[in-house]
């Protein structure tokens, strides 16, 4: 079982469209993470929120946009996405900021054509 | 940046036998976790390791935090066949703010 979901599961789209990834946390945590999990590489960390705040951004492209509306929910909106950005993208809650358990949701798995 | 060398990349090994993995960081980390991935699912925690020298077992997962803050290892006793997936190390250095730095895996195959 899992404290964190995430919707859709599984997303085609096209360059030009706009879509968002939805994740929530049922654990109570204050800190939520985006991940991009590639093919052959380690997961690159793109963006954390505490406390509902961006606190870091990892040289992330502006067609990736994150929103925080309250502690459990967090969102990452896609616009003119490239195909090289089809990947497995996590989503990860801790307790707080400074606390290295991360738990991650099952992953929406994304394909740009 | 910073990396961590996690190995083997991939193991097959036959049901029953024991499995050893280790992860292996430049720089000094103050925490080490252990994750395991199913294809088309998100990683689930295994072990989290805190201290250096602390050795900490989840059923037949034994994982250890290394002496030198440097290294860490995950052992699987008596393999079976659902243990088949990818295994990530990660950890967070020493001053850093809590992000982690990923392995690159070691997907393991057991044959039944």
């Known amino acids: 079982e899992t404290g964190v979901t995430q919707t859709p599961r599984h997303l085609v789209m096209g360059m030009t469209n706009k879509k968002s990834l939805k994740c929530e946390q049922h654990l109570g945590h204050n800190a939520m993470y985006w991940y991009k999990q590639s093919a052959k590489k380690p997961l690159e960390l793109m963006f954390v929120y505490s406390l509902e705040e961006r606190v870091e951004n990892n040289s992330v492209p502006s067609r990736f946009s994150p929103e925080c509306p309250n502690s459990s929910h967090l969102f990452l909106h896609l616009h003119t996405l490239q195909p090289e950005d089809s990947a497995l993208y996590l989503c990860a809650s801790s307790q707080e900021r400074r606390s290295e358990t991360q738990y991650f949701g099952p992953g929406t798995r994304l394909l740009v054509l | ?112």
């Open chain 2, 1 to 112: 940046g910073q990396q961590l060398n996690q190995s083997p990349q991939s193991m097959f090994i036959q049901e029953g036998e024991d499995v050893s993995m280790n992860c292996t960081s430049s720089s000094i980390f103050n925490t080490w976790l252990w994750y395991k991935q199913d294809p088309g699912e998100g990683p689930v925690l295994l072990i989290a390791l805190y201290k250096a020298g602390e050795l900490t077992s989840n059923g037949r997962l034994t994982a250890q935090f290394g002496i030198t803050r440097k290294d860490s290892f995950l052992n699987i006793s008596a393999s079976i066949p659902s243990d088949v997936g990818i295994y990530f190390c990660a950890g967070s250095e020493r001053g850093s703010q809590g992000n982690l730095i990923f392995g690159k895996g070691t997907k393991l195959s057991v044959k039944p």
